[in-house]
């Protein structure tokens, strides 16, 4: 099988292109093709030589994501695009246009990607983990999420502003390839897409926080958390076995202050299970003295979790508690609804795909 392109960052195209005897300027132009025209395939690079396309095109797979699926919300804000991989897995990723919210004068475009088919967390709620572990995506195949998206907002004039790791698996369970791609994405000779402008929202994986808060990288770091008790989180999340509360709280402020980053917690609100007042309650008491922020959506629903989504009214006294007792939170609009946008929710459908 061909490697695939975008598993190579810029030193390792060097070397490959000097071992064909070409020059390194020739990797950067390679490099900014790919990263700054989003071409995609070897036949649009034509400032090259038609001797290193064909090359190219000889060692490398340019397109290693073959869309199968594409469905926009009825209120055309978010599009979602089931992808086969070339080994058959599946993943999705998914876009999401804020037009009232601006970033350096452009819109907000909010991706979101996978970093693995299926997930080992196996989160009871999750689309994902109900799918169970397939495997961990490369560096390259996260990297071809965002260029696939790059190239469709481009054409359109637009731009992706923000990039959340909160796709399909766990970010941290696929530690090395997800910060290579984020490395790759951030190169300025690329991409360049700002390590401020990322978000990893982890389930709790503790070795790893404490390694990414020793690497004091700029991406923002998420942490879904859910519940307050062991009891309660280990029955929603068997990573709490694992990891339990107590360890988890202690890890992320050791992140605060490594890093004097705030932290977000994910809070995904369930009627009568974790939006009651007294929930809101102890979640304040629990975050007290940490900087951070709690984002709160109302569950999406799933076929194998019997849990509803708080209403409007639960999740507005939720948030007016919390910030009562001064941890500052937002109530996410839940988007594409109408589409499953909950990331798992197309992939991990047993019923045949309408054609697109
Ligand atoms: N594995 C990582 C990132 C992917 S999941 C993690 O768990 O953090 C991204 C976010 O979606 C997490 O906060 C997760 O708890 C949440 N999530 C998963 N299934 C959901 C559902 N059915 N409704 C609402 N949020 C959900
Ligand atoms: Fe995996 Fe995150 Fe889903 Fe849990 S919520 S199963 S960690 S993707």
């Not at 979101?112 to 390259?140: D, E, N, Y």
């Amino acid at each position: 099988m061909k490697r695939l392109i975008y598993d190579l960052d810029l030193l390792s195209l060097t070397e490959t292109l000097n071992t064909w005897g070409q020059p390194a300027y020739r990797a950067v132009q390679i490099w900014q093709g790919l990263y700054r025209n989003f071409w995609n395939s070897p036949e649009e690079f034509t400032n090259l030589p038609k001797s290193l396309r064909e090359h190219l095109a000889a060692e490398f797979d340019f397109q290693p994501l073959t869309p199968t699926l594409k469905l926009d919300s009825r209120d055309g804000q978010t599009r979602k695009t089931l992808f086969r991989l070339p080994d058959g897995r599946q993943i999705e990723a998914v876009l999401m246009r804020y037009d009232h919210e601006t970033h350096q004068g452009r819109s907000r475009r909010t991706l979101c990607i996978s970093t693995q088919a299926g997930c080992a967390m196996g989160c009871v709620f999750c689309a994902t983990g109900q799918m169970g572990f397939q495997r961990h995506l490369t560096s390259g195949e996260i990297v071809a999420q965002v260029m696939y998206y790059a190239r469709l907002l481009a054409q359109q004039g637009e731009t992706v502003t923000n990039i959340v790791l909160m796709g399909m698996g766990e970010p941290f369970h696929n530690y090395e390839n997800t910060m290579k791609a984020i490395d790759q994405l951030n190169d300025p000779q690329g991409y360049s897409f700002g390590a401020r402008r990322f978000t990893i929202s982890t389930s709790g994986l503790v070795p790893a926080i404490r390694r990414f808060a020793a690497e004091k990288r700029q991406v923002n770091l998420a942490v879904s958390l859910h519940a307050v008790s062991d009891e309660a989180r280990s029955a929603m999340m068997p990573v709490n076995k694992k990891y339990p509360l107590a360890e988890l709280l202690s890890a992320c402020r050791e992140y605060v202050q490594a890093t004097g980053r705030r932290i977000t917690f994910e809070w995904a609100l369930i009627e009568g299970v974790n939006d009651t007042p007294e929930a809101a309650r102890s979640l304040a008491n629990l975050l007290q003295g940490l900087l951070c922020h709690v984002n709160a959506i109302p569950l999406n629903p799933t076929h194998g979790y019997t849990g509803r989504a708080s209403t409007r009214e639960r999740a507005a006294i939720f948030k007016q508690i919390l910030e009562q007792n001064g941890i500052p939170c937002t109530v996410r609009v839940r988007r594409g609804i109408d589409i499953q946008a909950g990331c798992g929710q197309l992939a991990s459908r047993t019923e045949p795909f309408p054609v697109p």
